[in-house]
């Protein structure tokens, strides 16, 4: 299975733009869905984390309601490159965003996750 690999992130002022990247490299899988999800602040690393944007692979991108007219998803499967435009940045999208894409490989169906990337948004 591939190790997701992001990019991206860092500190910017409210109304700023951030580009978040998640690559799968290599080859012999897969990905049939790949999303964004992000932990917030004071949160306990084993909660849930909350969905940003996903699609499945030709799919129609899904979003947050608190994202939706902000953020843009798309991805380039030729290259199981994801990508998360973020535009008119807020405080409350300050997080460890964190990539999960699902695929699977000729032994078995596999979901992994990218290491987190910090967004941090100052007001």
């Known amino acids: 299975q591939p190790q997701l690999v992001q990019s991206g992130g860092g500190l910017v002022q409210a109304g700023e733009s951030l580009r978040l990247s998640c690559r799968a490299p290599?080859?012999?899988?897969?990905?049939?869905?790949m999303g964004w999800f992000r932990q917030l602040p004071g949160k306990d690393p084993k909660e849930r984390r909350d969905?940003?944007?996903?699609?499945?692979?030709?799919?129609?991108?899904n979003y947050a309601d608190s994202v939706k007219g902000r953020f843009t998803l798309s991805m380039d499967s030729g290259k199981n490159t994801l990508y998360l435009q973020m535009n008119s940045l807020k405080p409350e999208d300050t997080a460890i965003y964190y990539c999960?894409?699902?695929?699977?490989?000729?032994?078995?169906?596999?979901?992994?996750w990218g290491q987190g990337t910090q967004v941090t948004v100052s007001s």
């Open positions: 999960n894409a699902l695929g699977k490989d000729a032994v078995r169906s596999f979901t992994v």
């Open positions: 290599g080859s012999g899988f897969s990905i049939n869905y």
């Open positions: 969905l940003v944007a996903d699609t499945d692979t030709g799919g129609v991108p």
